[in-house]
């Protein structure tokens, strides 16, 4: 499986892979949701039946995993069972049950002369999808591409290959009985780094890669990459306590954006708080993170209303955690906080806790996040909390898709006219 | 004004631009609609009013015009008068009448739990525009962009330095006089051709580049860009001519799309036609090209119904001639011709010309360009054909706008969220 097929070259390779994905992308699109669905649900059902093969290639991968040094928390979220095979399968149903993007008529009119002119959403093609070691994520993203009417291209982590492999035989082989093509999922059957380059050149062949993991890959992936690219580097996501701010709301939004998961790139990095309302609101706020053992890195003006602090340098501004630190500002306006953010955040998701209309609305125009709160935990900044159903990343890019992508970011479209004949003038 | 300003070297000077403009996109971006309708009309009024200065600059240009080697066409596009000024002045009046895009509720829900989602339309922030030589497009870039409440920085051809110059100035003096920050437009001061790639690195400050020119110069840009980048190679159109077509519809169409104007990338360059009509349509359809002296570049089942054709070289089956050729070719399916068209053709703008309902199904949904047109002319496949108003360009990528770009292709969206204090469990 780490092997190339016999006689082939990694270039050859990659371009067949791709060529396949493109000849596929042309019928997917051709596809009712009904198609897709049938296959979605044969899917669920013979990932449950395959439970066996699929736990022993899993077992390969866990066994292999301490020769890649992977830590206890990603082995548990390398390992499968059968309840977490249970649990691929729901997703893929509830992705049943998501609205087919495809085919939407997103605007349609009459031109003087008789030209009814439809805009009409389609697939993107073909979807170079690149990702951290979760066997779920395989299933998961292959549902979403495939619904949205694209083919994928999946390149997992190494240390989940076997399990990776499994789950696309599946895929792949409900896709035949289904009526699909077999190339509608493919995963890149070589853990040779070079294989993501030569896909990166595609432009053309591969419509969009969207890069999940490390800042390192993806900063690779936006400068190697001819095609668009879907993704984010990191999340310092701001909380801003307004000097209209009741004091217990804040600190419930800031605990839960920091406390409630923090590994994760949604949750809060940056405390700033208007200076009428530090000194009655930092020493509460401060106290509560106390409690999740939060260390507080303070510039010199909330330093003293909070207890044990350590004074902030200039990298905390920019510091994306994902951990038990969180840096605090003391500013002198909301438009002080918003050019902050606007500074130092990474474009992700910012929080204002205030009473103030006017507040409210000058933060939420001032600032450019692709999601900007008001009194609400930056946490919920996630597709599924929006309600999009699945998502396959998040975006802080401007470009296309901003925010949580699940279907319908993964698709374009195209102008539709029909005439009777009607000729330029 | 081909100098820097004093004790300035270029990538300072760059940067300084970039950040003016950036630091205008947040001041823009808060403006309500009548404060950028009222800087259009005052621009339109200050251009006519300044009309003795500008048409100065442009003798500038004129006179030097032959130092550039430029053709009469070109000369005579570099050419204003009375006349073409009130041309640019009544097309900003008609950008006062487009609606404005920004502040759109995209969509609008409220979440279980009572977060009130609101997904709404605010501008890309910095426009980088590069283009040729006419002064006309100066005026239209700066006010579609700023309608759209984008800044932008305009790098015109060189050619027509003074007379943009001196429509920038009049734009920038009625920002000032309107409210508007002047770094809302401005026009790159020097014509050294570096400064492109300077800007072209400036990811995060630049949200978008939007090149206009020869294939060489796009292709520079896409492939320089640090950020997204809304371009078209090139128009490779085609016009299939389907079984059930009528012959006469037919060559109507195709003498619209290939002749009404030769040297523009939604012109007809490639002619397929099913085998079961080349024989009653062909000469029907190769006489009237033959009236407007179009050399018929044929493949071997085409030539023997064409008077005088010239036999097709592979080349010609990609090739975009910008004049009196097209190439020609019979295929022997529906599908075919749609495999032909998504090998060869650019994505810009393709036709099928049929009477049947299932081939005109089949072809927009096979077909993978930005504009498919049933029984209408490639030539209709434009901004102000299509109803946008104005436009600032065409593309033909699938990522963020496809087709003919106006106001609303130069916005992006940003979620706003309102709570009352909710916390994610």
Redesign the interface.
Known sequence: MTDLPKNTDLPSYCQAVAAAAKEAS?QL??LDTEAKNRWLEASADQLLASSDMILEANQKDLTAAPSYGLTDASIDRLRLDVQRLEGIASALREIVALPDPIGEVIEG?T?PGG?Q?QKTR?P??VVFFIYESRPNVTADAAAICVKSGNAVILRGGKEAMHSSQAIVDVLRMTAETEGLPAAAVQLVSTTDREAVGHFLQMDGQV??TIPRGGEGLIRRVA?EA?M?VIKHYDGNCHVYVDLAA?VE?AA??I???KC?RMGVCNACESLLIHDGIAELALPVISERLHTHGIEKRADDKAAPHIQGSVAASPEDWGAEYLGTKISVAVVDSLEAAAKHI?RYGSGHTDAIVTNSLQS?NRF???V??????????T???DGG???LGAEIGIST????A??PCGLRELT?????????????E
Not at 368 to 377: E, G, L, P
Not at 397 to 400: C, G, Q, V
Not at 412 to 424: C, E, F, L, P, S
């Open positions: 042309y699109a051709l009119f031109r030209l002119i389609v993107l093609g419509d969009v400068s001819t668009p009741d709301m419930n939004i605990e839960n954006s409630q606007n409210a939420t125009q001032l450019d996040s692709s999601a900007v709160m008001v009194n609400a935990s946490r919920f900044n909390m929006f309600g890019d401007k470009f296309h901003r925010g374009t479209y195209k102008y539709i006219v029909n005439g009777q004949g009607q000729i330029r």
